[in-house]
C-alpha cells in the first residue's frame, strides 16, 4: 500500500518529448554495457535499466536536444543513477565511510579541466565518467567547464553526507535539507546540462548573478521535492532512507505522512512561483544592468525556457517510471503526455492557451500563490515573550564595552548620524536617543570579546553604519521612490574604492560613515582580501533592491529564498568575512569554501537572523509595515496564526543551533585533522567566534530597548506613520539616469496587473515559448 496519495500537483508547463527518442533508447543499453554498468555489476541488468526509463526522461526533459545531443545527455543521466545505486549497495548500506571516502577521491581525476590525461579506470563509474567527460567538456567554454565540475563534485562528494546521517540515525532540518538536496540531488548538475543540451551556454558575466543563481536554485528545489514526493516509498519503506524531504517534514513538524506530502507538495509550488517571479521581473533589469546584447539575452531565456521543460517532463516521467510511486505505470512513450486542462485546437493561440493552463491549474497553487500577496499594512500585532531558544555556549563580553560605547555617541554625532548637518536631508535619521536604545556597542563586546580596543570600536561602527542604513532603506518603500533607492546603493558604492584611490566627497551620514570606515578596515588589507570585502559589503547593498521590488509588489517572500537573503539583509556575510580574514592567513582559503564550514556558518547566521525576526516582529510589523520577517513569511506560507508561525521559527532556531553543535562534534574534528593540528586549531579558533557571535547577538535582543514597545511608541508615535524619503544628494556621478531606473513600477501598475514584461524582439523561438509558458504574476 502507498504511504499517501500523491498530490495535485501545479504545473503550469506543457511536456515535450524529443522526436529523437527512439535512437537514445537504442543506444542506452549498449552504453552502459561497454562501460560495465549491466552484466556483472551487481547493481543493474539491462531488463531493470529498460523499466528505468532514463531516454524517456531524457526526450522528456530536453525536446529541443539534437539527436548525438540527446544520446549524450542520456548517457549522462544513466551514468548519474547508476552511480547512486552503485554507491548505495557498495557503502550506505555497509556504512563503510572509510572506502567510500576513498572511493569518491578518485572520481574527480577524470573531469580534468584543462585537459589533461586521467589515469585508467577501475570501476563502472569512472569509465562512465572519463568517456563522457570527454564527450561534453571540449563543446563549452572553461567558464561552464568549471561550473559544471563544481556541481559534479558536489553532487558526488555529498554522498557521504547522507552516508554520515544514516549511520547517526539523524534525519536533517528542513533549512539544513533543501541546501544539501541541492548538492547531492543533483538538480543543478541537471541545470547545467541544459545549458549544454539547448546550446544555450549562460554568459559567464551573469552566470553567478543572484537571478540566475534563484532560478536555478529554485528549479533544483522544485525537482528535488517532486523527486521526494514520488519517491518517498522506495527511499524511506524500502531503503531506509533519510534524505527525503517528506520524512523531513514529518519528523520536524510531527506530521502524518499525508499531510506531510501535502506541505512539500506546498513548497514544492512556491519553489516553481519563485521561478516564475524571477523569470518575469529580475531577468529583465539584469539584461540591461549587464548591457547584454540580443544573442546573450536569448541564450539566458533558451536556458531558462530549458529549465521548464525539464519541470514538466520530469515530471511525466515520474508518472511513468519504474522508479516510483506513480500507480505502478511503466516507462512508456505510447500514452499521450500529461497536459494541464484548457482549450486547443484551431483558433486558440499558444499565448491563450498558456494563459488558461495557468489560471485552470490545480487550485492549490493559485491559492499558495496568492497567500504571498495577501498583507494588510501596519497590523496591530502586540508584545511578544522573548523566545525560549537553545544557547550551549556561555556570553563573554569584551572589556573594552564602556569605551566603545562612548566612541559611538562621538562618532555618530561626528559623522552626522545624529546630528544633521545644515541643509543635508539624509543627516540625522536617528537621535541618540535611538542610538542609545540600539546600544550596538554592547552587541560587538559580545560578538567578538577578545578584540583590542581599536577593533572593537571599528566593529560597533560597521554595526552601527549598517543598522542606520537599513533603518533608512525602508523610506524609499514608503514613497515608492526606486531612482533614489538607485542612487543611495551606488553612492554607498562608491565609498568603497577597492584600488586604494580615494573616494568621492560624501553626501551625507551614510557616505561620510562608511568612506571612513572602508579606509580604516582596508587600510591593511590585500587587494584580493578588499576585493573579497567589497563583494561581501555589495551584497548587502543589492539586499535593499530585493526588499524593495517584493515591497513594492506587496509580496511576502517565498520561506526558501527568504532565509537564503535574510543573511544578506542581515550584513553576516560581511563579519563572518571579516571574521576570516581576521584569522591573518593561518587557515587556507580553501577550507573556508569546504561545505563542513560553510554549513557551520550557515547555522549561525539563520541562528542570529531568525533571533532577530522572532524578537524584531512588533516592530517590523506594527510600527513598520515590513514584509520581510522570518514569522510573517511562515505564517503566510502556512496560512496560521502569528502565535503557530513564532513557534514553528523558534523551533527551526533551534534546530539549527543543534545542527551547528552536531557539525562542531561530529564533522570538524575530521577537517582538522585533515589539515593537520595548527591548521586545526586555528580552524576551532574561527569557529569559537561563531559560537561567540551566536550568544554575543542573542545577549543583545535580550537586553536592549530598541525592540521593546516602550521604545517603539516613543520613536514611532501612535500613529504608526512610515517616515517620508528626503531628497538623496545627486553631486555624485551615476552610471545611469536618476528619471530611468533600471526597475521601476509604471504608474497604476498597482491596480492594473502585472508589469509588462515580455522577451526583446528577435531573440527567438524559446524566449517567445519561455516568455508564453510563464503565468502571469497574481
Known amino acids: 500500500m502507498q504511504p499517501f496519495e500523491l498530490p495535485d500537483f501545479y504545473m503550469p508547463y506543457q511536456a515535450r518529448l524529443n522526436p529523437s527518442l527512439p535512437r537514445a533508447q537504442a543506444h542506452a543499453a549498449p552504453w552502459a554495457r561497454s562501460m560495465g554498468m549491466l552484466e556483472g555489476s551487481g547493481v543493474w541488468d539491462e531488463a531493470e535499466l529498460d523499466a528505468h526509463g532514463y531516454p524517456l526522461m ?15 545527455v542520456t548517457d549522462w543521466y544513466v551514468w548519474v543513477f547508476f552511480f547512486d545505486d552503485h554507491f548505495l549497495e557498495t557503502f550506505k548500506r555497509t ?39 570527454e564527450r561534453t567538456a571540449p563543446q563549452m567554454s572553461p567558464q561552464w567547464r568549471e561550473r559544471f565540475f563544481e556541481s559534479t563534485f558536489n553532487l558526488l562528494q555529498e554522498s557521504m553526507w547522507e552516508l554520515h546521517n544514516i549511520n547517526a540515525g539523524r534525519v536533517a532540518n528542513p533549512v539544513e535539507y533543501i541546501e544539501m538536496r541541492r548538492k547531492v540531488g543533483g538538480a543543478p548538475w541537471s541545470a547545467d546540462l541544459v545549458e549544454f543540451a539547448n546550446g544555450a551556454e549562460v554568459p559567464d558575466a551573469v552566470a553567478r548573478s543572484r537571478p540566475l543563481r534563484v532560478l536555478k536554485d529554485a528549479f533544483s528545489d522544485g525537482v528535488h521535492l517532486r523527486n521526494d514526493l514520488f519517491s518517498y516509498q522506495r527511499e524511506v519503506t524500502e531503503e531506509g532512507e533519510l534524505s527525503n524531504g517528506v520524512l523531513v517534514v514529518e519528523r520536524f513538524f510531527g506530521y502524518d505522512p499525508q499531510r506531510a506530502a501535502d506541505t512539500v507538495n506546498d513548497l514544492l509550488t512556491s519553489r516553481l512561483h519563485q521561478f516564475e517571479h524571477t523569470a518575469l521581473t529580475e531577468l529583465p533589469p539584469l539584461f540591461e544592468e549587464h548591457g547584454l546584447d540580443p544573442d546573450a539575452r536569448a541564450r539566458v531565456l533558451a536556458y531558462a525556457q530549458g529549465l521548464t521543460d525539464w519541470q514538466s517532463g520530469g515530471h511525466e516521467w515520474h508518472l511513468r517510471s519504474s522508479r516510483y510511486m ?20 484551431i483558433g486558440v493561440t499558444r499565448v491563450g492557451a498558456a494563459a488558461a493552463r495557468v489560471f485552470r491549474a490545480p487550485s492549490q497553487g493559485a491559492s499558495t500563490r496568492a497567500r504571498s500577496f495577501r498583507l494588510p499594512a501596519y497590523e496591530q500585532v502586540g508584545p511578544s515573550a522573548p523566545p525560549d531558544l537553545r544557547m550551549p555556549y556561555a ?62 570600536i571599528t566593529s560597533a561602527r560597521w554595526l552601527t553604519w549598517g543598522t542606520y542604513a537599513d533603518d533608512y532603506t525602508p523610506a524609499f518603500n ?16 562608491q565609498c568603497m574604492p577597492v584600488d586604494g584611490s580615494p573616494a568621492p566627497p560624501p553626501v551625507d551620514a551614510s557616505t561620510r560613515a562608511l568612506t571612513e570606515l572602508w579606509t580604516r578596515t582596508t587600510a591593511s588589507m590585500s587587494q584580493t582580501d578588499r576585493e573579497k570585502f567589497r563583494r561581501a559589503c555589495d551584497e548587502f547593498i543589492d ?20 532565509i537564503e537573503m535574510r543573511r544578506k539583509t542581515f550584513g553576516s556575510d560581511m563579519t563572518v568575512l571579516l571574521a576570516q580574514l581576521g584569522r591573518g592567513g593561518k587557515v587556507p582559503p580553501e577550507l573556508f569554501g569546504t561545505t563542513t564550514v560553510k554549513n557551520l556558518e550557515a547555522a549561525a547566521m539563520d541562528y542570529a537572523t531568525l533571533l532577530n525576526d522572532c524578537t524584531s516582529f512588533q516592530k517590523e510589523i506594527e510600527f513598520e509595515g515590513e514584509l520581510h520577517n522570518g514569522v510573517l513569511v511562515i505564517r503566510q506560507f502556512f496560512d496560521c496564526t502569528t502565535e503557530q508561525a513564532r513557534a514553528i521559527v523558534i523551533d527551526l532556531i533551534n534546530s539549527r543551533m543543534r545542527q551547528f553543535e552536531h557539525l562542531v562534534a561530529m564533522e570538524l574534528p575530521l577537517l582538522c585533522a585533515d589539515y593537520g593540528p595548527e591548521v586545526g586549531a586555528e580552524l576551532e579558533r574561527y569557529v569559537d567566534g561563531l559560537k561567540d557571535w551566536m550568544s554575543g547577538i ?33 553631486a555624485l556621478p551615476l552610471p545611469f539616469s536618476p528619471s530611468a531606473p533600471i526597475r521601476s513600477l509604471p504608474d497604476g501598475a498597482r491596480s492594473a496587473g502585472p508589469l ?23
Open 58 to 72: 531524457c526526450a522528456y526533459t530536453h525536446p529541443d536536444a539534437a539527436p548525438e545531443t540527446l544520446d549524450t
Open 95 to 133: 556504512g563503510d565511510i572509510a572506502r567510500a571516502k576513498a572511493y569518491l577521491d578518485r572520481l574527480p581525476l577524470f573531469m580534468p579541466r584543462d585537459g589533461s590525461p586521467m589515469p585508467e579506470p577501475t570501476n563502472p563509474v569512472e569509465a562512465g565518467l572519463a568517456d563522457l567527460w
Open 326 to 345: 506513480n500507480g505502478g505505470k511503466s516507462a512508456s512513450a505510447d500514452t499521450a503526455p500529461w497536459s494541464p486542462p484548457g482549450p486547443s485546437g
Open 395 to 456: 556570553l563573554r563580553l569584551n572589556p573594552h564595552l564602556e569605551l566603545a560605547r562612548r566612541d559611538l555617541i562621538e562618532w555618530a554625532r561626528r559623522t552626522g548620524i545624529t546630528v544633521p548637518a545644515p541643509g543635508v536631508p539624509g543627516d540625522g535619521r536617528w537621535t541618540q536617543e535611538v542610538l542609545e536604545a540600539a546600544d550596538l556597542a554592547l552587541c560587538s563586546a559580545g560578538l567578538d570579546p577578545g578584540a583590542c580596543a581599536e577593533d572593537l
Open 478 to 493: 514608503a514613497a515608492h521612490d526606486a531612482a533614489g533607492l538607485r542612487r543611495y546603493m551606488e553612492q554607498a558604492r
Open 543 to 562: 539586499s535593499w533592491w530585493w526588499e524593495f521590488a517584493n515591497a513594492e509588489l506587496n509580496r511576502v517572500p517565498d520561506p526558501v529564498d527568504y
Open 698 to 730: 542573542k545577549n543583545w535582543h535580550e537586553e536592549v530597548d530598541r525592540y521593546k514597545e516602550p521604545s517603539l511608541r516613543e520613536r514611532y508615535g501612535r500613529q504608526h506613520e512610515a517616515p517620508g524619503v528626503g531628497a538623496v544628494p545627486s
Open 756 to 778: 509588462p514584461i515580455g522577451p526583446p524582439r528577435g531573440l527567438g523561438t524559446s524566449a517567445a515559448r519561455l516568455a508564453e509558458s510563464l503565468p502571469a504574476r497574481v
